[in-house]
């Protein structure tokens, strides 16, 4: 299984909970917005439940876990 972390560039707001959650996995940028908006990244390992938590954080919903299928599995 590989897992991805989909921010929504129209729906983040910059409230700033998803890196304050997630510091190992994303940042700020210079104008307090996620510095990964508009982004789909592959969460490495170990970082899952950060990336959890900081879906669960932002109250515009704004960030998405995807899990795809491994094409070798």
């Given at each position: 299984m590989i897992v991805y972390i989909a921010i929504d560039a129209g729906r983040c707001m910059g409230h700033g909970r998803c890196y304050a959650v997630a510091e190992d996995l994303l940042s700020d940028d210079e104008q307090g917005y996620v510095?990964?908006?508009?982004?789909?990244?592959?969460?490495?390992?170990?970082?899952?439940?950060?990336?959890?938590?900081?879906?669960?954080?932002?109250?515009?919903?704004?960030?998405?876990?995807?899990e795809h299928a491994r094409a070798d599995a």
């Open positions: 510095a990964q908006c508009g982004q789909t990244l592959q969460i490495p390992e170990g970082l899952l439940g950060q990336a959890r938590d900081a879906a669960d954080a932002c109250p515009e919903g704004a960030i998405s876990i995807l």
